[in-house]
C-alpha cells in the first residue's frame, strides 16, 4: 500500500464551480501536511500548508483529519488557471521526510 | 531572484554512459534532495543532505550517488544509467528539513537508451 493515496482523477470541473478531493495517509505518525501544485510535468510549487484546524488562502481551503488520516482541499469558484495537478504532500520523522501522493488532476472548462 | 537551477534540463543518452545532472540554489540552504517522477508514482525522494558532507539515502537510491561538497551544490551522478533511471528528476532545497516549504528546480528530462 502506498504511503500517500490520491485519486489520479482527472476532475473536470466547469469554471466557477467549486471542487474538492481528498488525499489518505498511512503512517499515523505524519507530522506536517501540504498541498503543492503542479503545471504539466514543471517543478511543484507549494499551495498551501494543512494546519489541524483546517485553513483558507482565498478560494482554497484545506482540512486535515487525523482521525481517519486524510487531507482535503476544496477549490471555489475554478478558475480555468486553476487546471494543474494537485500534490498532497506528508511529512515524517525528526527530519520531516517527505512523502509526495502522484497527484491530482483538476481541468477547469470554460 | 532566490532559485533553484539544474542541468542540462534535458538529456538523452545511452547505457553505461555516465552522466551528472548539476543542481545549484542561492538561498543558503542547509537542506538539498533528489526526486525522480513516474507516471503514477508521484515523486520519489532518491539522496538527500542536511548540510555539506552529509548525505543519505532516500527510497530509491539504486543506482545513483550525490555529493554535498559545497553548500549552493548537490549535484547527481549516474555511473552506469540504464533505461529504468529514464525520468524526470527535480532537485529540491529547504531551510529547515521537511516541515519547510521545498523550492524545486525546473526539471530534468532523462532517457536513457
Known amino acids: 500500500r502506498k504511503e500517500v493515496e490520491q485519486d489520479p482523477g482527472p476532475f473536470n470541473v466547469p469554471e466557477g464551480a467549486t471542487v474538492a478531493f481528498n488525499c489518505t495517509y498511512s503512517?499515523?505518525?505524519?507530522?506536517?501536511f501540504f498541498w503543492y501544485r503542479q503545471d504539466c510535468r514543471k517543478e511543484p510549487k507549494l499551495l498551501m500548508s494543512?494546519?489541524?484546524s483546517g485553513n483558507e488562502d482565498g478560494r482554497f481551503t484545506a482540512q486535515l483529519n487525523r482521525a481517519s488520516q486524510y487531507i482535503s482541499l476544496l477549490i471555489r469558484d475554478s478558475k480555468l488557471s486553476d487546471s494543474a495537478t494537485y500534490l498532497c504532500?506528508?511529512?515524517?520523522?525528526?527530519?520531516?521526510?517527505?512523502?509526495f501522493g502522484a497527484g491530482t488532476q483538476v481541468v477547469v472548462t470554460p | 531572484e532566490a532559485q533553484v537551477t539544474q542541468n542540462p534540463r534535458y538529456l538523452i543518452t545511452v547505457t553505461g554512459k555516465k552522466l551528472t545532472v548539476t543542481c545549484s540554489q542561492n538561498?543558503?540552504?542547509?537542506?538539498m534532495s533528489w526526486y525522480r517522477q513516474d507516471p503514477g508514482l508521484g515523486l520519489r525522494q532518491i539522496y538527500y543532505?542536511?548540510?555539506?558532507?552529509?548525505?543519505d539515502k532516500g527510497d530509491v537510491p539504486e543506482g545513483y550517488k550525490v555529493s554535498r561538497k559545497e553548500k549552493r551544490n548537490f549535484p547527481l551522478i549516474l555511473e552506469s544509467p540504464s533505461p529504468n533511471q529514464t525520468s524526470l528528476y527535480f532537485c529540491?532545497?529547504?531551510?529547515?528539513?521537511?516541515?519547510?516549504?521545498?523550492?524545486f528546480g525546473p526539471g530534468t528530462r532523462l532517457t536513457v537508451l
Open positions: 494543512v494546519y489541524s
Open positions: 504532500v506528508v511529512t515524517r520523522g525528526s527530519w520531516g521526510k517527505l512523502q
Open positions: 503512517n499515523s505518525a505524519s507530522q506536517s
Open positions: 543532505s542536511m548540510n555539506v558532507e552529509v548525505t
Open positions: 529540491a532545497s529547504n531551510g529547515r528539513g521537511g516541515t519547510d516549504t521545498q523550492y
Open positions: 538561498m543558503n540552504h542547509e537542506y
